[in-house]
């Protein structure tokens, strides 16, 4: 089969996949106002909500990179992992009660209630920034990698690319927001999941194995050591990782406006805590999944002799090689077309993970930026405005990444947005744990001091003692910005 026949096969699937979200997105978007796009009307099913989150909590960066981290911290990821699922217990039990007694659209508005105006904006000002930064960031990887196995075949432009990726996003959010993507997020965790097990059966048959054969050799690999004990300054020591598990979930879902407000679209009380439950529980075996088919994908370089790529090019690697093999060995049109089958599985995983996040992520960006920032949240044509503007500089990120092209400036960034969630673990920590008064007018100084502070601290210590921080990281940003407010705060409430 001719190269750009593939690719016609390919772009042709991706837009089967866009008009079904757009059938979904016409669906839900019926008599949509703005308690729809912010809420979807309190009615979600929770259920749906669960099962849609598993897939929006994979970005397709953690399609891609996950499979690749045996290589360097074998599966020890699982050990922060079981500590997910007790932070999504806690989140269930300590914020979600929090949340829905309020009545939050954002969640946001509580530290304004608690602490102070200041210290509202502030904790809405660090997520606009740190979300807006990350998920453009992911995306643009996503937006590589679709460029590299489709559209430069074609000769699109990756401005093209960008753009209309993310306009397609615009079109089928900008009317039912949130309650459309309740409803989108299920087909895409379905086609991220059926894409996961459709590769990791791929991998096992060019192994030669059977299922059973390919458990037990996953299952005796050197890389498949989950445990770390006996080295405490290791970063993959089990305590490390496993509380740091535990607040990675509280801050980055507990306290994060794009993890959280989809869990507030449900009835009642009860059935936002099931969903948490329930979705948090399916983290560990959908982990161990990406883990085992990094293993797979070890075995299948070795078997094949090849030297092994970096991390993140493990997966995309073998999709390009394997694909290329089966086409130089088929000897019709048909088996071609067969050989293609693998490209547009890895593409549709792709494009599930990556879009719903992107997706969640834009709406929530304007939810907190209508009712935050503009306090606007009944203004629905200021709504759209935002909407747009926000898909506009998530195009712009982009195309500034791609400009620079510096993995050491990409590292940076990363770094950065990690560094942004400690002040919002700081501030709620505070008014959740104790009874003082804050003195609101330092609040937002000393959430950008607290992580300048913490950046001195890891790299002295990493100089001086040859210990480098791990998500333990997040811990002491908190911990810092806590205290600042303690020491500035005045008389108990």
């Not at 796009?37 to 849609?52: C, I, T």
């Not at 949340?99 to 530290?111: C, D, E, H």
């Not at 794009?258 to 948490?276: E, F, G, I, V």
């Not at 890891?458 to 600042?484: I, Q, S």
């Amino acid at each position: 089969m001719p190269p750009l026949l593939s690719v016609m096969i390919l772009i042709a699937v991706v837009i089967l996949y866009f008009a079904l979200l757009f059938a979904i997105s016409r669906w839900t978007g019926r008599r949509a106002s703005n308690e729809t796009f912010y809420r979807a009307d309190r009615r979600s099913p929770w259920f749906m909500v669960a099962f849609g989150m598993v897939g929006a909590s994979i970005s397709g960066v953690t399609f891609v990179s996950v499979p690749g981290m045996v290589m360097n911290a074998q599966m020890t990821y699982l050990q922060t992992c079981m500590g997910f699922v007790l932070g999504y217990v806690a989140v269930a039990f300590l914020l979600l009660p929090l949340y829905y007694r309020l009545n939050l659209t954002s969640i946001y508005a509580y530290l304004g209630q608690r602490l102070g105006r200041r210290s509202h904006t502030t904790g809405s000002a660090f997520f606009l920034i740190s979300k807006l930064a990350g998920a453009s960031l992911r995306f643009y990887v996503v937006c590589m990698i679709l460029q590299r196995f489709v559209f430069d075949a074609v000769g699109v432009p990756f401005m093209v690319t960008v753009v209309v990726l993310v306009m397609l996003i615009w079109l089928y959010t900008r009317r039912g927001g949130i309650k459309t993507l309740v409803w989108t997020d299920s087909l895409q965790t379905t086609c991220l999941f059926t894409a996961l097990l459709l590769i990791i059966y791929k991998v096992v048959a060019d192994l030669g194995m059977s299922p059973g054969e390919a458990m037990a050799a996953v299952r005796d690999h050197e890389l498949s050591r989950v445990f770390v004990m006996d080295d405490w300054v290791s970063k993959q020591n089990f305590w490390k990782q496993f509380v740091s598990g535990v607040f990675i979930v509280v801050v980055m879902t507990g306290l994060d406006q794009d993890m959280m407000q989809k869990n507030l679209t449900c009835k009642s009380l009860r059935s936002a805590q099931k969903d948490m439950c329930t979705y948090g529980m399916a983290f560990l075996p959908a982990n161990l999944l990406f883990l085992a088919l990094g293993v797979l994908l070890v075995m299948w370089y070795r078997q094949q002799g090849m030297t092994l790529p970096a991390g993140d090019e493990l997966l995309p690697n073998y999709i390009a090689e394997a694909s290329a093999q089966a086409k130089t060995a088929a000897g019709s049109s048909w088996l071609a077309l067969q050989a293609s089958f693998l490209e547009i599985v890895f593409v549709l995983g792709i494009i599930a993970a990556s879009f719903s996040s992107a997706d969640s992520a834009l709406t929530s960006l304007t939810t907190i930026f209508c009712v935050d920032i503009l306090k606007q949240s009944e203004n629905e044509q200021a709504r759209k405005r935002v909407h747009l503007m926000m898909c506009l500089l998530f195009v712009v990120f982009i195309l500034v990444f791609k400009a620079v092209n510096s993995t050491s400036l990409i590292d940076a960034v990363y770094t950065i947005v990690s560094y942004t969630y400690g002040p919002l673990l700081g501030l709620f920590a505070f008014g959740l744990l104790t009874r003082r008064s804050v003195s609101d007018r330092w609040a937002p100084y000393i959430a950008v001091a607290a992580p300048l502070l913490c950046f001195a601290i890891d790299y002295g210590v990493g100089r001086w003692l040859d210990y480098r921080f791990g998500y333990e990281l997040l811990m002491l940003n908190g911990m810092l910005t806590f205290a600042g407010l303690w020491l500035t705060g005045g008389r108990r409430l």
